[in-house]
């Protein structure tokens, strides 16, 4: 069974840019895998982000963007502000109509940088 692979930490101050990766351990990840991001800050049921690899949902802000990177599905944030501090889901479809999820918490602050830590579903 294919598990999600993550960079262990990634570090971002306000208006910098970042980015996520979500890998799988059996292989590339395509635009087959149809990726898709999710957003949960603290209370709030998850938001989709960005779906089939790229495709901004109704609202998202323009800073948010999706892709292949390598072979690795990714979200870019340029110029984070201080609302995007959340925790992001990835999802990927692996046959048999099931995903797998990755989350990463996204701390964004005013002082010098803090880090976006990956953790355990």
Request: hydrophobic share 25%.
């Amino acid at each position: 069974e294919a598990t999600v692979t993550q960079e262990p930490a990634l570090s971002v101050s306000p208006g910098g840019t970042v980015t996520l990766t979500c890998g799988l351990s059996s292989g590339s990840v395509s635009s087959s895998n149809y990726p898709a991001w999710y957003q949960q800050t603290p209370g709030q049921a998850p938001r989709t982000v960005i779906y089939n690899t790229n495709s901004r949902h109704s609202g998202v802000p323009a800073r948010f963007s999706g892709s292949i990177s390598g072979n690795k599905a990714a979200l870019t944030i340029t110029g984070t502000q201080l609302e995007d501090e959340a925790d992001y889901y990835c999802a990927l479809y692996k046959g048999s109509y099931t995903y797998t999820v990755m989350q990463t918490h996204g701390e964004v602050g005013p002082k010098p940088p803090h880090v976006l830590r990956g953790l355990s579903p």
